[in-house]
């Protein structure tokens, strides 16, 4: 079993920055597919940016030039830092683990975290 338990969320202006952080124990590793969703009320769940097994990320086009990935080797640790954040980036931002869903089309998170709230005002 694998536990991912995020932190670093708040209310800020715009414009504002953040970071988030996601901590993963357990059953982790090295070479999990990671990856930052967040949700609006309202709206359905969207996908922020996923790392590959190398570590590598692809941002969501809101998300490319503002909003920044990291991991570290062993996948124990996850972040996104968020800069010139905008009222409708407002939303909780959840941080997925799976070993597959980065390699296999239709693959899910089988791993998710409770989330961290963002509020942009």
């Known amino acids: ?11 800020v202006q ?6 988030l952080s996601c901590v993963a124990s357990g059953n982790t590793y090295t070479r999990f597919c ?14 922020v940016v996923r790392l590959d097994q190398d570590g590598r990320a692809t941002y969501a086009d809101f998300a490319e030039g503002r909003f920044t990935a990291s991991t570290d080797n062993a ?3 996850l972040y996104l830092q968020l800069n010139d954040l905008k009222p409708e980036d407002t939303a909780v931002y959840y941080c997925a683990a799976d ?18 709230q963002v509020t942009v005002s």
């Open 1 to 11: 079993h694998v536990q991912l338990v995020e932190s670093g969320g708040g209310s």
């Open 14 to 19: 715009a414009g504002g920055s953040l970071r």
């Open 99 to 116: 070993s597959l869903a980065c390699v296999v089309d239709g693959q899910p998170y089988n791993h998710w975290g409770q989330g961290t």
């Open 34 to 47: 990671m990856g930052w969703f967040r949700q609006s009320p309202g709206k359905e769940r969207e996908e």
């Open 75 to 77: 996948r124990k640790f």
